[in-house]
């Protein structure tokens, strides 16, 4: 499984991004799908996850400002980030855990947002 993360960028506090994350495989496929970030210094730290079913989860740090979501016909994750914060400032990884086991990282893409 192949992972593609894009969308990220610089913006201003309380400005909003779209990340999108891409795979190779189908979403019958995959298990949980999530978005993963990690500041400088900091250790990864889990932002939200989307299971096959379709239920999700936040951190408590981005609950109401970020939303995960998917396309089905298009392969595709998405996360909305409204409303944000210079503690959003990150890299922003997506990962695809498969039935089995195996997980499955993408790039990476910088979000940076400006005070």
């Known amino acids: 499984v192949q992972l593609q993360a894009s969308g990220g960028g610089l913006v201003q506090t309380g400005g909003s991004l779209r990340l999108s994350c891409a795979t190779s495989?189908?979403?019958?496929?995959?298990?949980?799908m999530g978005w993963y970030r990690q500041a400088p210094g900091k250790q990864r730290e889990l932002v939200a996850t989307?299971?096959?079913?379709?239920?999700?989860m936040y951190a408590d740090s981005v609950k109401g400002r970020f939303t995960i979501s998917r396309d089905n016909a298009k392969n595709t994750m998405y996360l909305q980030m409204n409303s944000l914060k210079p503690e959003d400032t990150a890299v922003y990884y997506c990962?695809?855990?498969?039935?089995?086991?195996?997980?499955?990282w993408g790039q990476g893409t910088q979000v940076t947002v400006s005070s």
């Open positions: 495989a189908s979403f019958f496929s995959i298990n949980v």
């Open positions: 990962k695809a855990s498969v039935w089995g086991g195996t997980d499955y």
């Open positions: 989307i299971i096959r079913g379709g239920s999700t």
